[in-house]
């Protein structure tokens, strides 16, 4: 039987096992929760990749300014079982995120399907943008006299 040697790929895969093996004894790295946040209209969507996470697990909590999402992803636990790579994260999964005034916290909407949670995020009714109405007066009379005028007859009355 012959074997190939790569000099290019075989040092890159002794590199990842050595390195591999260190990161496995420095202990587990913290998951990621990689997120998609943009704004439709008159609320803000954000995506949240939460791949293999419990559905009974998904927390997401609004304090003061700050929104927290938590999940909790478990590992198999085959106490025989002779692990040839394992990377895919496990453990308690957390986001933080502090969020602007103008949202309308209290009707934030979750919904959590393959492993994706969505949040929406409306914007509160006095961040919307809305029209000044412009009142307009007549050529000799300045804007401010009509109100003027009012407050003097209401006195006098």
Not at 73 to 83: I, L, S, V, Y
Not at 120 to 143: C, D, M, N, W
Not at 146 to 155: A, C, D, K, L, N
């Amino acid at each position: 039987m012959a074997t190939r040697l790569d000099p290019f790929v075989d040092p890159t895969r002794w590199m990842d096992q050595i390195l591999g093996t260190v990161r496995e004894a420095a202990g587990p790295q913290v998951p990621t929760m990689p997120i998609d946040l943009y704004r439709a209209g008159d609320h803000y969507v954000m995506h949240v990749d939460i791949p293999g996470a419990d559905p009974g697990s998904v927390d997401v909590n609004v304090e003061d300014r700050t929104l927290t999402i938590r999940a909790e992803r478990t590992g198999r636990t085959d106490a025989d079982a002779q692990w040839l790579a394992r990377e895919r994260g496990t453990g308690t999964y957390v986001r933080q995120l502090t969020v602007g005034r103008g949202l309308a916290l209290d009707r934030v909407e979750a919904a959590y399907a393959d492993g994706v949670l969505t949040l929406t995020i409306p914007v509160a009714e006095e961040a919307k943008p809305r029209r000044i109405e412009i009142q307009h007066a007549s050529a000799g009379t300045p804007l401010g006299s009509g109100e003027h005028r009012q407050v003097e007859q209401s006195q006098a009355g």
